[in-house]
């Protein structure tokens, strides 16, 4: 079983940035590949951006592209979520999920654990 702890998130203005942190329980995190999703209401679960295991790999939604970073420290078994030019359609509340082993970018069905969720939200 892993526990996964978002934080960072909040208000910010269009333009802005947050930096978002996912803390996981598991003792062999390194043995996961994480990703970050995030769901506006009324709307479907949307992938954002995930990372294999090592952190080599990254991956990232077109809609994020460029504007979103995510990485991850093994030895602190955290993963992030830098995002910078926040937009108003960036508002959700994001998840973070992680997935042993097997492919990177799968969806999000595929994620065996889940954080709670924090709340973005970006004001015009």
């Known amino acids: 079983q892993v526990r996964l702890v978002e934080s960072g998130g909040g208000l910010v203005q269009a333009g802005g940035s947050l930096r978002l942190s996912c803390a996981a329980s598991?003792?062999?995190?390194?043995?996961?590949?994480m990703g970050w999703f995030r769901q506006a209401p009324g709307k479907e679960r949307d992938f954002v951006a995930a990372?294999?295991?090592?952190?080599?790999?990254?991956y990232y939604a077109d809609s994020v592209k460029g504007r979103f970073s995510i990485s991850r420290d093994n030895a602190k078994n955290t993963v992030y979520l830098q995002m910078n030019s926040l937009k108003p359609e960036d508002t959700a509340v994001y998840y973070c999920?992680?997935?042993?082993?097997?492919?990177?970018?799968?969806?999000?069905?595929?994620?065996?654990?889940w954080g709670q969720g924090t709340q973005v939200t970006v004001s015009s």
């Open positions: 999920a992680a997935r042993l082993g097997g492919s990177v970018v799968v969806p999000f069905t595929e994620y065996h654990y």
């Open positions: 990372i294999s295991r090592s952190g080599i790999r990254t």
């Open positions: 598991a003792s062999t995190f390194s043995d996961y590949h």
